[in-house]
C-alpha cells in the first residue's frame, strides 16, 4: 500500500532554533517527492520538488534532503522565524498512469519567541 | 495569491442547503482539482479534470457534484450535507492532466466549511 508517513506529529521550537522533518514512505515506483508548507487557513504551498536522483535541494533556510534507497526524506529549517510556523506537508508521487500524488499527514511547527 | 482563486472563503451552512464552491485559475493549467482537508488527516483527492473532462471521482458521496464549465472554472456542488462534511475544500491546478509533472501542483487558499 502507497503510504507516507511523517514525524513528528507536531513539533515546538524557539526562534532562532534549527529544526528537521521527518518524511518516510512506502509509495513504488517513485518519480518525485514535494515539501509542501501549509500556513493556516491557507492553501499548500510548495517548498521543494526533488526527483529520483536528487539527493537533496535548498529553497533558502530551507533544505530537503532525500534518501531513495531508504525512502526517507527530511526537510531542515535553519534559523527559525516566527513566520515559519506552519505546517509541512511531505508529498510523494509515483510513476503510474493515474499519476497520483501521496500526501503526509503533515507536521505542525510552532516557532515560540 | 497563488494564482488559483477559491471562493467564499469561509462557508456556513445548514444540512438542507444547497450551496456552491468556486475555483478559478490563471495560470493557463489544463488539470483542477478538489481536495478534502480534515484536521490531522491527510489530503483527500475528491475530484479531478482534465482538458474539462472528469478523469476521476474518488468514491465521493453524490451530495458532493463538481462541474468544470471550462478549463479555467472549477465549481463544488454541496447539498444536504453531513456535519462530517465540515472542513477546508482545496482547488488546485496542474499544467499536465496527471499532477506529476515537475511544475507541480498549485493551490488555491481553500473554502472552510462549516455544516451545521
Known sequence: KNQVEQSPQSLIILEGKNCTLQCNYTVSPFSNLRWYKQDTGRGPVSLTIMTFSENTKSNGRYTATLDADTKQSSLHITASQLSDSASYICVVSGSSNTGKLIFGQGTTLQVKP | ?116
Open chain 2, 1 to 116: 495569491e497563488t494564482g488559483v482563486t477559491q471562493t467564499p472563503r469561509h462557508l456556513v451552512m445548514g444540512m438542507t442547503n444547497k450551496k456552491s464552491l468556486k475555483c478559478e485559475q490563471h495560470l493557463g493549467h489544463n488539470a483542477m482539482y478538489w481536495y478534502k482537508q480534515s484536521a490531522k488527516k491527510p489530503l483527500e483527492l475528491m475530484f479531478v479534470y482534465s482538458l474539462e473532462e472528469r478523469v476521476e471521482n474518488n468514491s465521493v458521496p453524490s451530495r458532493f457534484s463538481p462541474e468544470c464549465p471550462n478549463s479555467s472554472h472549477l465549481f463544488l456542488h454541496l447539498h444536504t450535507l453531513q456535519p462530517e462534511d465540515s472542513a477546508l475544500y482545496l482547488c488546485a491546478s496542474s499544467q499536465d492532466g496527471l499532477g506529476v509533472g515537475f511544475d507541480g501542483y498549485t493551490f488555491g487558499s481553500g473554502t472552510r466549511l462549516t455544516v451545521v
